[in-house]
């Protein structure tokens, strides 16, 4: 079994930045597929970026390429959302989600991950 735990998010205003950190405990984060998610008012869940096991083959939505950064501490065992140039728009709960073994291939859909964190509330004020 894998345990995930988000942290990092909170207020921030219109161009600022977060950094969300993802640790994970049940297995080593070198050997997890992790994806950020995030859940808007009144939206459906959606993809923001993952990062594929072992390889580090990164992906990110288009509204976010540019500002946000994922990456992988294998020493702490986290997976971080560098999140700046933020907007209004980003405003969401995040969540992180991982997956062990599969495609090489950073996963996108929701269905692909099997562990899921309980969520981290970003609000950005315009």
């Known amino acids: 079994q894998v345990q995930l735990v988000e942290s990092g998010g909170g207020l921030v205003q219109a161009g600022g930045s977060l950094r969300l950190s993802c640790a994970a405990s049940?297995?080593?984060?070198?050997?997890?597929?992790v994806g950020w998610f995030r859940q808007a008012p009144g939206t459906e869940r959606a993809f923001v970026a993952a990062i594929s096991r072992t390889l580090n083959s990164k992906i990110y939505i288009d509204s976010v390429k540019g500002r946000f950064a994922i990456s992988r501490d294998n020493v702490e065992n986290t997976v971080s959302l560098q999140m700046n140039s933020l907007k209004p728009e980003d405003t969401a709960v995040y969540y992180c989600?991982?997956?062990?073994?599969?495609?090489?291939?950073?996963?996108?859909?929701?269905?692909?991950?099997?562990?899921w964190g309980q969520g981290t509330q970003v609000t950005v004020s315009s």
């Open positions: 989600a991982a997956r062990y073994a599969g495609s090489w291939s950073p996963p996108v859909s929701e269905v692909e991950y099997d562990y």
């Open positions: 049940g297995r080593a984060v070198s050997s997890l597929a």
